[in-house]
């Protein structure tokens, strides 16, 4: 059966207990997929690694907010007390640095939540409104009692027909197509 690349997003299983997805996910991964993801009403801590999920960048994206929110604060403080409105107060030097402490560590933290709020939502690719698996039929049950297993059609080793064949060998309840 052919297929218009352009209109497949790829092929799901579904299945109805965790450990069966999880199973079935590490087949797939072994198998040579690197293109899958998993769908569950709740979190599954050994799917993500059974998916090959690598390492975030968040905490990297976080830091880098708490480093320039840091400066962003000291630098606030230091141009306002140095350089444009300088005041003598009980004879300390304009640039007194412990002063600015308080304020230089609130702007990191603010500045870092931010970033991580901000940053989750993008490496979540958030929000999404509309996603391709929402055209499957059965997958509203994600959201209550179902597990699936989906493999992209940009992985470079799909190929629909073995796709297919390849998930029918896991025993799922079901294999469908995900149109885009």
């Known amino acids: ?23 079935a996910a590490r087949e797939t991964y072994a198998a040579g997929y690197r293109q899958i993801n998993g769908y569950s009403p709740f979190p599954i801590e050994e799917l993500t690694e059974a998916i090959g999920f690598k390492r975030t960048t968040l905490p990297l994206i976080v830091l880098a907010g708490g480093i320039i929110g840091a400066l962003g604060g000291f630098f606030m403080q230091y141009w306002m007390e140095v350089i444009d409105y300088p005041i003598n107060v009980g004879g300390k030097p304009f640039n007194s640095w412990p002063a600015f402490v308080p304020i230089t560590f609130e702007c990191t933290v603010l500045v870092a939540s931010f970033a991580a709020v901000l940053g989750m939502l993008a490496l979540n690719k958030l929000p999404q409104p509309y996603h391709p698996v929402f055209n499957a039929p059965n997958f509203a049950l994600a959201t209550r009692d179902s597990f699936f297993l989906v493999i992209e059609s940009k992985d470079p080793k799909f190929e629909h027909d073995e796709a297919m064949k390849f998930l029918k060998t896991l025993e799922p309840m079901d294999v469908c197509d995900v149109e885009l």
């Open 1 to 23: 059966m052919k297929h218009n690349p352009r209109r497949l997003y790829g092929v799901m299983a579904q299945f109805d207990t965790p450990s069966r997805l999880v199973a």
